[in-house]
Structure formats: structure tokens, C-alpha cells
């Protein structure tokens, strides 16, 4: 295993320090380290921060493995910064089976480039029927904590009740899609005077809020934790400080698209903007990013969702939702919150490290942590070309936008998985 001097490199915003990296941890921190075996690289203008970790990506294996594969979604994640993924369930076959996890969290492995997390389904096939084998899940070789029938709601009051009472007895999560299915029947877009102009049908905030409201009150007398997936408006906001307020174990997540855009892009009529839930309005941008700052949104999470071309570049109507974030995610982070280098450790690195279990992800660099941590230049500036993203789909919503930071490098458990901003294997 080859050792690795990191020289003059700021930790988590630090004055400049060295970091060496041996036997898959961090062996020492200091100025002016040497060690005549390692492998310098020069950190000079470089922060490091623990390796990002994503809670909510779509792998798209098994199935469609033509918008994305373990393996290419793991080098998008890489090249991201990041170390750790969860990777969603809503796959073809569902990942609902001891079977199906096992083979997620193997193929995780074999791809060598991140840690893959996979998260079971609540019902088997999504179907919001009845419950899946969430214990076979637990107990499986992936050990699953993490149960989400996303792309869906957990509509049925009493199954997402079942839901939360079964995961109680390992502290497992229930993560909602929060959608009230009947607020929602025929929704194009954010309901709001853009859809109102453009004639689309609109998804009402209330279609969220009203679930999350559902679901703090059932996590509240379950006594289980319950995380919210893709919080999008001002209002899911103010129903989270809430419950938090009165000790509701209830966590939550915004992607960086939610922190950016606004439903004004749908004027476009380009489907690349189609995302559930969808792109809201500048107001709830606002919120959205004070309740990042003040913590009742607890992590960005990418939602990483790829699509081929033939399910993105059709009509509007006929487009599957969702876009691409692990490549990304980092610099709308920085160009959101600004050079905030522990917030966005916190928000996207160490908190849902321990919100997913993970150990060994989400610690800062010292002695003796695992060696798996993120080096990112924050004054370089890159220029988003779909062709040239790792992923094998093409759905990003900063084509040609130009954006602050450039990962340069990352390392898993000691070995590096990007160099020089490229990937290693
Ligand atoms: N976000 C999306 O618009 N789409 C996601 C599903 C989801 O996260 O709800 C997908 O799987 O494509
Ligand atoms: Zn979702
Ligand atoms: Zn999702």
C-alpha cells in the first residue's frame, strides 16, 4: 500500500498543515512531515474535508443500467468528492429482498470506489401495499438501516405507522417521499403562478407539507426516527422546526437543485428541470438555505437521479423527473454557502455519516481516523459540459454554467479513487 504526503494542505479551513496517509488511515498531522516512501501531493490552496457522503443516489442498477451502473455512478460520486453513497431502492427488481441488497452492496464493492449503502423498500415493489422484508434487509450482509419506497409515498398512514414501529427495534430509519399521491394526480410542475401561466398542472407545497405534518405526528408516537427526503418548500420548513422543537426524531434532507433553481427554468420548457418534487420559487430558496444555516435541514443530499435520452429529451409531459448531482454537488454547496468550510462538512459529510451509520465516513482528518477525506481547490472554476461527466447519462441542469471549486482529489480508506481531478480507475 503506498503512502501518501498530502503537503500545505488547509483542513476543513485551517491554517496549512501536512497530512500523511498510511495503512488506510491517517497516520500523522503537523508541519513539515516527511516520509521518504510517500507519494507527495501538493495541497498548497487546497482544502480537505472529510469524504462527502450522499444519502439519497440513484444507482439505476439493477435495470437501467444504460443511465447508470454501481460501478459509473460510483466514479461520478468519486470524481464528487465523495466517499460514501446510499443508494436508493427504487431499482428493476426493487431492492426489497435480502437478494437484491446483498447484490448492490457486492457490485459497491467490486466498483472499489465509494462505500455503497444500500437502502431497502418499504413494500414490496413500492407498491405501498404491504411491508417488505425489512428484518431479512437488516440482518443481510448489507445491513440495511435505511428504508425508502422513494420516487413514492408511504401514502397509507398505517403501513408508514408499521413501518416505523418495525425499524424501532435495530434504530432504523423510515426516509419519505413526501407526496400526498392525491394533490399531486397529473403534476408537471411547482403549483404557483409560472404553472398558472404555462398551463401545466401544479404540485402544491401542501402536497408535501401535509405528509411531513403526517409523519413527525406518527414518528412522535412511534418514538422513531424519520427522515425527510428532498425538503422543498418554506413551509416543510417550519413544520420540521416544529417537531424539532419538541424532540421529534426527525432529520432532513434538501438537494442542491432545491437551493438554486427555481420553477422559473420550467418557462424553458427543456425537461432537464423536471424533478420531484419540482423546483419551487425563490422565496422557498430562501428558507430552504436558513434552515441549512440554522440546522432544521440537517443535510444536502444529491438525490442523483440519471436518465437515458429517450426518457429526458422528449416532450415536457412525458419526461421521467429527476436530475444529476454527485458531480456537482460541491460547488453549488460552495457557491451557496460560500467558502463555509465546517458548515459544508457538516451538512455534507459528518451528519449523514451518523444519520446512516456510517462509520469510518464523516470524521476530519487526525491521527488515526480512516483515510477517507476529499481535497478541493475553491479557487478554481470549471465549466459544466454533460460529455464530459463520469455518469452515463447526461441530465445535469449546469450544462455551461460556469461554477466555483474543482475536486482534486479523493481517497478511500487510504487509496486515492480521484488524482489530479481524474479518476484512478
Ligand atoms: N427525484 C426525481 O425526480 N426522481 C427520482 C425519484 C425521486 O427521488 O423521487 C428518480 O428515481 O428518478
Ligand atoms: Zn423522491
Ligand atoms: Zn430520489
Known amino acids: 500500500m503506498t503512502a501518501y504526503l498530502i503537503a500545505n494542505v488547509s483542513v476543513v479551513g485551517a491554517a496549512p498543515t501536512d497530512l500523511l496517509i498510511r495503512d488506510g488511515v491517517v497516520a500523522e498531522v503537523g508541519p513539515d512531515l516527511s516520509a521518504s516512501d510517500a507519494t507527495v501531493v501538493d495541497g498548497t490552496g487546497l482544502v480537505a474535508l472529510p469524504g462527502l457522503v450522499d444519502l439519497h443516489t440513484h444507482l439505476r442498477e439493477p435495470g437501467r443500467e444504460d443511465a447508470e451502473t454501481v460501478e459509473s455512478g460510483s466514479r461520478a460520486a468519486a470524481l464528487g468528492g465523495y466517499t460514501a453513497v446510499c443508494a436508493m431502492a427504487n431499482t428493476s427488481p426493487v431492492a426489497d429482498t435480502a437478494g437484491v441488497v446483498e447484490q448492490v452492496w457486492r457490485l459497491g464493492r467490486e466498483a472499489g470506489l465509494v462505500d455503497v449503502q444500500p437502502i431497502g423498500a418499504v413494500t414490496v415493489g413500492l407498491a405501498g401495499e404491504r411491508l417488505a422484508e425489512l428484518g431479512a434487509m437488516a440482518d443481510s450482509a448489507a445491513r440495511v438501516r435505511i428504508f425508502s419506497d422513494d420516487g413514492h409515498c408511504v401514502a397509507d398512514p398505517k403501513l408508514m405507522r408499521r413501518a416505523l414501529e418495525y425499524v424501532k427495534a435495530f434504530d432504523g430509519i423510515i426516509a419519505q417521499h413526501a407526496e400526498e399521491p392525491r ?218 454554467m460556469t461554477l466555483p471549486g474543482r475536486i482534486v482529489a479523493t481517497f478511500l480508506r487510504g487509496e486515492p479513487t480521484v488524482l489530479d481531478g481524474k479518476a484512478v480507475k
Open 183 to 400: 394533490l399531486t394526480e397529473g403534476a408537471q410542475m411547482h403549483e404557483g403562478e409560472v404553472s398558472t401561466r404555462l398551463g401545466l398542472i401544479g404540485w402544491p407545497a401542501v402536497a408535501e407539507e401535509a405528509i411531513i405534518a403526517r409523519d413527525v405526528l406518527l414518528a412522535e408516537h412511534v418514538g422513531s426516527r424519520l427522515h425527510v427526503c428532498h425538503v422543498s418548500t418554506a413551509g416543510s420548513v417550519e413544520v420540521l422546526r416544529q417537531a424539532k422543537a419538541r424532540g421529534v426524531r426527525v432529520t432532513a434532507e434538501v438537494t442542491p437543485h432545491h437551493l438554486l433553481l427555481t420553477d422559473e427554468r420550467a418557462q424553458t420548457y427543456d425537461p432537464v428541470f423536471k424533478v420531484n418534487p419540482p423546483l419551487r420559487t425563490a422565496a422557498d430558496i430562501a428558507a430552504l438555505r436558513a434552515a441549512l444555516a440554522d440546522g432544521v435541514i440537517d443535510v444536502i443530499a444529491t438525490d442523483h437521479a440519471p436518465h437515458a435520452v429517450e426518457d429526458k429529451e422528449c416532450e415536457w409531459a412525458y419526461a421521467r423527473p429527476g436530475m444529476l448531482g454527485l458531480e456537482t454537488a460541491l460547488s453549488i454547496a460552495l457557491d451557496v454557502l460560500g467558502p463555509e468550510w465546517d458548515l459544508i462538512a457538516e451538512r455534507m459529510s459528518r451528519t449523514p455519516a451518523r444519520i446512516a451509520g456510517l462509520t469510518g465516513h464523516g470524521v476530519d482528518p487526525a491521527p488515526g481516523v480512516p483515510a477517507n477525506l476529499t481535497l478541493i481547490d475553491p479557487a478554481a472554476r470549471r465549466t459544466i459540459e454533460p460529455a464530459e461527466l463520469a455518469s452515463r447519462s447526461r441530465n445535469t441542469p449546469y450544462a455551461r
